[in-house]
C-alpha cells in the first residue's frame, strides 16, 4: 500500500511568519503535488514535482514555494503567511507521467492569525 | 480552463436506499478518481478508473470510455457510515503534471 505522511497534521501560524509543511513519500513514485482546500470546497493544485531538485508551478502559486531536496521529500514553504493561506493541504504522489492514481496523505490544517 | 462540475451539491438519503453521484468533464479526461472525505478530513480514496466500471462492496463506478466526459458514483443500500462528503477528480493530461481537477463536492447525509 501506497504510503505518503505529512508534518505537522495541523499548525497555527501568525500573519507574516515563515511556514513550511513537509510531505515524505516511501512509494518510490517521481511525482509529488500539493493541493490546498478551502472549507466547502475541492483541491487545487499548488506546486508538483517530476524529480528531486526541481518544482512547478501549478494553477495557484503565487504565495507559495516548494522544495523537492529528495525523491521521497517535498516542502511547501510560506515565506510570508497571510490570513488568505489558512485552509487544508494535501500531498499526493503518483509513479510517473502516465495515467496513474495519487495517493494522498492525511492532509495539514494551517491556520493563520 | 477544464472543469469537473459534480452533482448533486448535496444529498440526503434514508438507510437502504440507492442514489447516484454524477461528475461532467468540459473535456477529455485521461482517468478519474473517487474520495470520500471523512469527518476528520481525511481523503479515502474510493476509485481509480482509467475506462470501464470498478465495484467495490456496495460501491460502483463508472467512467465513460467512449467520450471520457463524464463519470458517475453508484451507491447501493446505503448506510449510515457513508456519510461524508464525496469528490471526483478528473485527470486531463498534459501541462501541470497531469494534475487531478477537482468537483466541488457532494455533501451525501444518510438518515435511519
Known amino acids: 500500500e501506497a504510503a505518503v505522511t505529512q508534518s505537522p497534521r495541523s499548525k497555527v501560524a501568525v500573519t507574516g511568519g515563515k511556514v513550511t509543511l513537509s510531505c515524505h513519500q516511501t512509494?518510490?513514485?517521481?511525482?509529488m503535488y500539493w493541493y490546498r482546500q478551502d472549507t466547502g470546497h475541492g483541491l487545487r493544485l499548488i506546486h508538483y514535482s517530476y524529480v528531486a531538485d526541481s518544482t512547478e508551478k501549478g494553477d495557484i502559486p503565487d504565495g507559495y514555494k516548494a522544495s523537492r531536496p529528495s525523491q521521497e521529500n517535498f516542502s511547501l514553504i510560506l515565506e510570508l503567511a497571510s490570513l488568505s493561506q489558512t485552509a487544508v493541504y494535501f500531498c499526493?504522489?503518483?509513479?510517473?507521467?502516465?495515467?496513474?492514481?495519487?495517493?494522498f496523505g492525511p492532509g495539514t490544517r494551517l491556520t493563520v492569525l | 480552463g477544464d472543469q469537473v462540475e459534480q452533482s448533486p451539491s448535496a444529498l440526503s438519503l434514508h438507510e437502504g436506499t440507492d442514489s447516484a453521484l454524477r461528475c461532467n468533464f468540459t473535456?477529455?479526461?485521461?482517468?478519474v478518481q473517487w474520495f470520500r472525505q471523512n469527518s476528520r478530513g481525511s481523503l479515502i480514496s474510493l476509485f481509480y478508473?482509467?475506462?470501464?466500471t470498478k465495484e467495490n462492496g456496495r460501491l460502483k463506478s463508472a467512467f465513460d470510455s467512449k467520450e471520457r466526459r463524464y463519470s458517475t458514483l453508484h451507491i447501493r443500500d446505503a448506510q449510515l457510515e457513508d456519510s461524508g462528503t464525496y469528490f471526483c477528480?478528473?485527470?486531463?493530461?498534459?501541462?501541470?503534471?497531469?494534475?487531478?481537477?477537482f468537483g466541488t463536492g457532494t455533501l451525501l447525509s444518510v438518515k435511519p
Open positions: 477528480a478528473a485527470e486531463a493530461g498534459g501541462g501541470s503534471g497531469n494534475k487531478l481537477i
Open positions: 478508473l482509467a475506462s470501464g
Open positions: 473535456t477529455t479526461m485521461r482517468s
Open positions: 512509494n518510490n513514485h517521481d511525482y
Open positions: 499526493a504522489s503518483k509513479p510517473g507521467l502516465g495515467s496513474y492514481e495519487q495517493y
